[in-house]
Each structure stands twice: as structure tokens, then as C-alpha cells.
């Protein structure tokens, strides 16, 4: 089974490189870091250390790109030949070899379309207390909303592995709604026992300031909630690729 790694980025040049020297020593099929247009020396920093780096525009060249996470992660997917797509965030410090094995391990079963890490979270030095968006918003909504779920304890992981197959045929929503969007839609094709959880023990990355969490936990509930069908987000997303490619 072939991994195309997906590594969304958009100026992480501090961190980029380590990130993608962690995941080339699984050996993957290919990793691939998608470049949003970075001011910074990411690309450059990337490159360098051994990774194919795609600028978003030249995936899918005739449609214009859109800010956010999401439409980086859904051009990824467009670009991948992989079997199973993992995605792993730019901004990791200390990141451990293996998670790229760890993620795609569960696709041995047939029946497993979607892999999310669990692990702890960290803030500010201190071994817990991370993942705010997570604990306050996504998680009380899901066991509200969608209880079949409340089990995932990292629901808005950006480390996670999905079947090829099976993200050709989702919408991807756009910015930070996009985890959310692929857990709910995946569970709603394939039901909640085709997504596990792998421990990938401690994460550490870039946490942000609370200015620039509200307007992401505004985009996860809008997400969240227009997947129960509770009035219209307004969250824009791009349709299955499987139309597309």
C-alpha cells in the first residue's frame, strides 16, 4: 500500500524541514508539501530537505485557489498517487519518526477509510492544557451532535490518514473546518467503526493566541453544525474530486 504524504504550508520555515525529514525516514511513497503562497523561505527550506513542494496554484491550475487549510489539503489530494493520503501539519516541533507508519497501519482491515492521531496536546512548556479550540468547541458539538463520535479525542488532528478512494469522494470544507468536515462525512459513508485512532504520543507546535483561536472555533462550529443540518453555516467548501479529476 502506497502513503502520499500531504503537508500543507504556508510560511513554516522554522519548522517545515524537520517535519519533512521525520516523515521521509518511513519511507513513504512521496511526500508532498503544499506551498500557499509562502513569503517566507518554506518552499526553499522544503525543498531541501528532500520534499516535492507543489505551489497550490500549479494543482488543479484552471480552478483559482481559495484561502485556507482546506482547499490546500483538497489540491493535495488532487496531486497524490498514493493509495492512502497522510496528512501531517508543518508546524511541529520534535516530530517523531513513525507517525506516517503508525497512521496507515490500520488500512491492513478493509473496512478502516479514515486514521486519526490521538496524543497530548502541550502549551506553553506545560505537558497538557493544549488543543483549546478542540476541548471547548468541536468536542461538546460532536457529543451533542453526532455521539457516535464523541469517542475521537483529537477530532481536529492534523495528523491523519485517509483512504485516496474514499477522500475522492468528499467535499472538502474550507479553513479550519476541514477535519471536522472529513470525520463527519466519512462516518456518514462508511459509519463510525471505519475511523480509528492511533497514539502518536506528544504534540508540540505553534499554539496561537486566543485572537486567532475565536475565528477558527467559529469556523468548526459553523462546519460542524451545518453537517446535523442545523441552519446554514455558510461554510464554503470545494465539491468531491472525484467529479473534478
Do not use: C
Not at 522554522?14 to 517535519?19: G, I, L, N, Q
Not at 484561502?67 to 489540491?75: A, D
Not at 498517487?81 to 496507515?104: E, K, N, S
Not at 476541514?178 to 506528544?202: C, F, K, P
Amino acid at each position: 500500500m502506497k502513503a502520499s504524504v500531504v503537508i500543507p504550508a504556508l510560511n513554516e520555515e522554522a519548522t517545515v524541514a524537520e517535519v519533512v525529514r521525520a516523515v521521509l525516514a518511513d519511507e513513504p511513497h512521496e511526500v508532498l508539501v503544499i506551498d500557499a503562497d509562502s513569503t517566507d523561505r518554506t518552499a526553499a527550506e522544503a525543498a531541501a530537505a528532500g520534499a516535492r513542494v507543489l505551489n497550490w496554484r500549479e494543482i488543479l491550475p484552471e480552478i483559482p485557489t481559495r484561502p485556507g487549510k482546506g482547499e490546500s489539503l483538497w489540491r493535495g489530494v488532487a496531486a497524490a498517487t498514493g493509495d492512502v493520503v497522510v496528512f501531517i501539519d508543518a508546524d511541529l516541533h520534535r516530530p517523531a519518526v513513525g507517525m506516517v507508519r503508525a497512521l496507515t497501519a490500520p488500512f491492513t482491515d478493509p473496512a478502516v477509510h479514515l486514521v486519526k492521531a490521538d496524543y497530548q496536546r502541550t502549551i506553553n512548556g506545560q505537558p497538557t492544557g493544549g488543543g483549546r479550540v478542540t476541548e471547548l468547541t468541536a468536542k461538546p458539538l460532536l457529543r451533542a451532535l453526532f455521539p457516535d463520535l464523541a469517542h475521537i479525542n483529537q477530532p481536529l488532528a492534523g495528523e491523519y490518514a485517509i483512504r485516496r478512494t474514499t477522500a475522492l469522494q468528499l467535499p472538502f470544507a474550507a479553513g479550519y473546518g476541514v477535519e471536522a468536515g472529513l470525520l463527519v462525512d466519512v462516518a456518514d459513508l462508511h459509519g463510525a467503526t471505519s475511523i480509528r485512532q492511533v497514539d502518536l504520543g506528544v504534540r508540540r507546535h505553534r499554539n496561537r493566541p486566543l485572537e486567532e483561536l475565536g475565528p477558527m472555533a467559529d469556523i468548526v462550529a459553523a462546519t460542524l453544525l451545518e453537517k446535523a443540518g442545523v441552519g446554514e453555516g455558510g461554510v464554503g467548501k470545494r465539491p468531491a474530486l472525484s467529479g473534478i479529476l
